[in-house]
């Protein structure tokens, strides 16, 4: 079965520019997450989804951040303008509750310069 | 609201001992537990979940937990360890009817030989 699919592993960009991360979920999952992990915060939620609708986005830092979820199987999260605070590592997992655990993706390593 | 600590930041053992990785947590509610594993550029892992029932959970890679509800823990033990369990160990609790998960702080584990 194919897992939790995200894109890309690895992004390196200047600050200020634009990122968007991308985030496949495990077909047939309704429930979707933004989770950031840094040596400082450790693991952090960000955001998260239910059958395509935010639930809750009490973990956004900022308001340059930003996160979609357009259709059942896509998720994006937008940072604009990046900082070089927004340095971390990314996560998407996707579940399917009530009492099913989440699966986490590989995470996109994010740095910015 | 639902919190959960791990009481050690890093635990070194030696291959082949046994080790224990605590986890304590609160909740108003009934809870869901979890423990997921990290090994190095990778996301995490479900290493074993507590739902109902028994509370001597077994999972992947020989690991098992124990879920105390009187003393509000969730240890995780494995009997004998093997160099390649080295990896960051994270609890987790989700209040029973709610999807947002509540990660600890993570526990390194080191072994060496």
């Known amino acids: 079965d194919a897992g939790v699919i995200q894109s890309p592993r690895h992004e390196v960009t200047e600050m200020g520019q634009e990122v968007t991360l991308r985030c496949k979920p495990i077909?047939?999952?309704?429930?979707l997450f933004w989770y950031r992990q840094t040596m400082m915060r450790g693991l952090e939620l960000l955001i998260y989804?239910?059958?395509?609708?935010?639930?809750?986005d009490s973990g956004m830092p900022e308001d340059r951040f930003s996160a979609k979820m357009p259709n059942a199987s896509f998720s994006t999260l937008k940072i604009q303008p990046s900082e070089p605070r927004d340095s971390a590592v990314y996560f998407c997992?996707?579940?399917?509750?009530?009492?099913?655990?989440?699966?986490f993706g590989d995470g996109t390593r994010l740095s910015i310069l | 609201a639902q919190s959960v600590t791990q009481l050690d930041s890093q635990v070194p053992v030696f291959e082949e001992a046994p080790v224990e990785l605590r986890c304590n947590y609160s909740?108003?509610?009934?809870?869901?537990l979890f423990w997921y594993v990290q090994y190095p550029n990778q996301g995490l892992q479900l290493l074993l979940k507590?739902?109902?029932?028994?509370?001597l959970v077994k999972g992947i890679n020989g690991f098992e937990a124990e879920f105390n509800k009187s003393q509000t823990s969730f240890h995780l033990r494995k009997p004998s360890v093997h160099i390649s369990d080295t990896a960051e160990y994270f609890c987790?609790?989700?209040?029973?009817?709610?999807?947002?998960?509540?990660f600890g702080t993570g526990t390194r584990l080191l072994v060496s030989p």
């Open positions: 909740s108003s509610v009934s809870v869901y």
């Open positions: 997992a996707s579940s399917s509750p009530p009492d099913q655990p989440q699966h």
């Open positions: 077909s047939g999952h309704n429930s």
């Open positions: 989804f239910n059958n395509n609708v935010p639930i809750d």
């Open positions: 507590y739902l109902s029932g028994s509370t």
């Open positions: 987790a609790v989700r209040g029973t009817g709610f999807q947002k998960l509540v």
